[in-house]
């Protein structure tokens, strides 16, 4: 391929149709199935987008990157100039205290990802017949860019597996992180979920779905036509206050959840828990093909174990009935452990453009990736399932 590959920058979604970039983000759905997840595409980037989510003032500015042979499309990727570390789950709060007390500047930087969405997936979009060829050249071109506008890195986070490998042999730096996600063993029904876990395990769990469900209302799951307008009202009132909390002030506009119920409604599961006709918590899920998100959850009232029948059991339910085989609950959590959310690696790209930082860097993620793999062993060995018949005896 003589070809010449060039690299694109788009500042709004606007430049570049749906068609165009859902073929490089998800061109599994040409068979009229779901995408493997909704983040990557252009309905999810765009109402984050359209809404005022991200944007200038946000400190996440799109920077869309598209990769073209010839007048052909190959590539794509959500790429954003950074003014901050937040809303990113993989932390490099200390590189940038570090770099800048050195003297650096470690703002603006690139950061290829999904804001606000703790979720793997592909970050580098390719079409089928491209994919090696556009996402080095998306790689490539991602550091390019920094180096000729003197930013201080590419961040590519929650990338997939193969993505690290590649990113790996153009000198990026790969890093390791753990969530904890619960996995589908075929399971018939809740219950036969719980068969799965020892004895103690399982009756707990079985009595925080009762205290849940005895909190004086009803709990309705609902998704596609069934979410109605009126609906997220109520989820935002939960929304704000979790964000209130957590981030200081939320990440979403109000304004992105109306563009989600007209464009994103069959990509979401919204359970809602409603006592005396008022809405008084609330989960959002985002559906892919063979795996339920878990994104957000809120409540004006506080009930015993209602935030675990939400997020979590709820979302086995789901995901058991129509058959998915993961459930990503979202970013940190070890009570999630005991609920049946077993830990897993995730992972990122990393380049950083002064060579003193990125060894300084490098070392700390060898260190980082041996406590990772260390942690994730001990906590396995602490999961809640079934390891020989006698713990059933004990």
Not at 271 to 279: N, Q
Not at 284 to 298: A, K, P
């Amino acid at each position: 391929m003589n070809e010449t590959i060039e690299i694109r920058m788009l500042e709004s979604l606007g430049q570049i149709s749906e068609a165009e970039w859902d073929a490089c983000a998800c061109p599994e759905t040409v068979d009229g199935g779901r995408p493997y997840d909704p983040f990557t595409t252009w309905r999810f980037l765009h109402a984050l987008e359209a809404s005022g989510s991200v944007g200038p003032r946000t400190g996440w500015d799109p920077r869309y990157l598209a990769a073209y042979l010839g007048d052909l499309l190959i590539g794509v990727a959500p790429l954003y100039a950074k003014g901050h570390s937040q809303g990113e789950y993989i932390f490099d709060h200390n590189w940038a205290h570090a770099y800048e007390r050195a003297g650096g500047r470690y703002y603006p930087k690139l950061q290829i990802a999904v804001p606000f969405t703790p979720a793997t997936g592909r970050r580098f979009l390719c079409k089928p017949d491209f994919q090696d060829t556009a996402r080095s050249a998306l790689m490539q071109g991602a550091i390019q860019i920094a180096e000729q506008n003197g930013l201080s890195g590419v961040h590519a986070t929650f990338c997939t597996e193969d993505e690290i490998e590649a990113g790996a042999a153009l000198g990026m730096m790969p890093r390791k992180s753990q969530q904890y996600h619960w996995l589908n063993d075929g399971y018939a029904s809740f219950d036969a979920f719980l068969a799965d876990l020892s004895s103690r395990k399982r009756k707990n769990i079985r009595k925080e779905r009762e205290r849940a469900q005895a909190f004086g209302g009803d709990i309705q799951v609902l998704s596609g036509d069934a979410i109605r307008p009126e609906h997220w009202d109520s989820f935002w009132r939960f929304y704000q206050d979790t964000g209130s909390r957590k981030w200081g002030s939320p990440y979403l506009t109000r304004a992105f959840f109306n563009i989600a119920q007209e464009t994103l409604r069959d990509d979401m599961v919204l359970v809602l828990a409603t006592r005396d006709g008022l809405d008084v918590a609330g989960a959002l899920n985002f559906v892919g093909r063979d795996t339920i998100y878990g994104r957000y959850w809120g409540c004006t009232e506080d009930h015993p174990c209602l935030h675990f029948e939400l997020c979590y059991y709820q979302a086995i339910d789901w995901a058991i009935r129509h058959g998915l085989d993961r459930v990503e609950a979202g970013a940190q959590g070890d009570h999630k452990l005991a609920r049946g959310y077993m830990p897993t690696v995730t992972h990122s790209l990393h380049w950083l453009t002064d060579p003193g930082l990125a060894r300084a860097v490098q070392q700390f993620l060898i260190a980082e990736a041996a406590a990772v793999d260390e942690e994730i062993d001990v906590l396995t060995d602490y999961g809640p399932f079934r390891k020989t018949d006698m713990e059933e005896q004990q």
